[in-house]
């Protein structure tokens, strides 16, 4: 009977989510490929690592813009909206990644197309849920949607090691024309779901600043903590797949740990509406974000390769959960929050955008002064100081504060 329960909602889960997740499993797959092999074409331009993760955060410089722009430039516009530049972004951003192989300048560019699609490729996630799926299945939903980017993003680093032994410039040609051919695929297939009439009406982003500053008082504690979790993935992204090829120099097993980081969410995100029903969404992603930073720590501090991995599994198990749990606490606020849904899904986006400004120049001058592993131990630090915060001051109780923003707008 037990299996019975855990599968059904899964199974629900998944059936209103099929035109989203077809989506999704064809783009992160692309990313997963492109995630690995981009540092390593910075590398290249660049010769080190530091400059080569000052080009890589320029991508999060666009999307942060882009964040605080979005009710300026998109209004409320529809899932199906965002899901269809999310394609077309994609593909020119792989096209000009490897041809910035050729024309060095050409990967600034890249950076720039590749952190638009990132921020609306995450609007399209939060604007499909918001309007196709109970609010009692959030947390399962992000699990779901959690473990297939998982599952891809683990067998991206191995497509990307076998292809980059090719031809450098192959896995950033070879998605691009993967995400081409299957958009024409999806547009032919899917028509666009029904969706609610929204006001596209583009308001001036004057007061945007003024809004986030109301919504940010009420959700700071989980932004925070977002914030440092993302730090830490662009430093698995960054300095995790260095670290991943030096380790695979010595030995084969090197090359398993960026499978390791992301493979444990096929198993494990699914599971995240067991832990919210019990604990509630925040106290969920808070607990197991200190845990994981435990995992991190140790990550940091231990020479055996072989405890390497087991570390970075502990700390995947344990953000596996996180992930979607704290997304699905911001998408109750989304729902609640009406025609300011936009502004709350740009500023929790901009978490994102900052941290992967910050991560990669992070990483690159952490590994600077002591070394590609010691990153992880200075984030791991840092994210136990977080959650702990975190644990002490998040209200039980978020209230959104609807005649307030009414006032600012």
């Not at 269809?84 to 990967?107: A, E, M, Q, R, W």
Request: hydrophobic residues 50%; positive net charge.
């Amino acid at each position: 009977m037990k299996n019975i329960k855990y599968y059904l909602p899964i199974n629900a889960s998944f059936s209103r989510l099929v035109p989203l997740i077809v989506p999704i499993t064809i783009l992160s797959l692309s990313d997963s490929i492109l995630s690995y092999t981009a540092p390593i074409y910075a590398n290249t331009i660049f010769g080190n690592g530091l400059t080569a993760g000052l080009a890589i955060s320029f991508s999060s410089l666009v999307g942060f813009i882009f964040d605080y722009l979005s009710k300026k430039l998109v209004g409320t516009r529809s899932f199906s909206f965002f899901i269809k530049i999310s394609f077309v972004l994609s593909i020119v951003s792989g096209y000009l990644l490897g041809l910035s192989l050729i024309h060095k300048h050409l990967f600034i560019l890249a950076m720039a197309v590749w952190g638009i699609y990132y921020e609306t490729m995450a609007f399209s996630n939060y604007k499909y849920i918001k309007f196709h799926v109970d609010s009692v299945n959030y947390s399962n939903s992000w699990g779901l949607i959690t473990m297939i980017r998982s599952l891809v993003y683990g067998i991206g680093p191995l497509i990307a090691t076998f292809t980059i032994s090719y031809n450098l410039r192959l896995p950033a040609y070879l998605c691009a024309t993967f995400v081409l051919i299957e958009f024409v695929v999806y547009l032919w297939v899917f028509k666009n779901p029904r969706e609610p009439i929204q006001n596209t009406t583009i308001s001036s982003p004057k007061p945007e600043l003024r809004i986030w500053k109301v919504l940010f008082k009420r959700i700071y504690p989980l932004w925070v903590l977002n914030f440092m979790l993302l730090i830490t993935d662009s430093g698995f992204w960054t300095a995790g797949v260095l670290l991943s090829e030096r380790l695979g120099s010595q030995s084969p097993l090197g090359h398993l740990l960026m499978p390791a980081y992301m493979l444990p969410a096929v198993l494990i995100s699914p599971m995240t509406q067991r832990f919210t029903s019990v604990w509630g969404k925040k106290r969920t992603a808070i607990v197991t974000a200190f845990l994981a930073s435990l995992a991190l720590i140790f990550m940091g501090i231990t020479p055996d390769i072989m405890l390497i991995l087991l570390a970075v599994l502990g700390y995947a198990t344990f953000t596996a959960i996180t992930y979607p749990a704290i997304s699905s606490a911001f998408e109750d606020y989304i729902k609640r929050l009406g025609p300011f849904d936009t502004d709350l899904i740009g500023l929790e986006q901009s978490s994102t955008s900052l941290a992967y400004i910050v991560g990669p120049t992070l990483a690159g001058l952490v590994s600077l002064k002591i070394g590609g592993q010691g990153v992880f131990a200075v984030f791991g630090i840092l994210l136990s100081i977080v959650s702990l915060t975190a644990l002490a001051i998040t209200p039980r109780k978020i209230r959104m504060p609807q005649s307030e923003l009414l006032n600012v707008s």
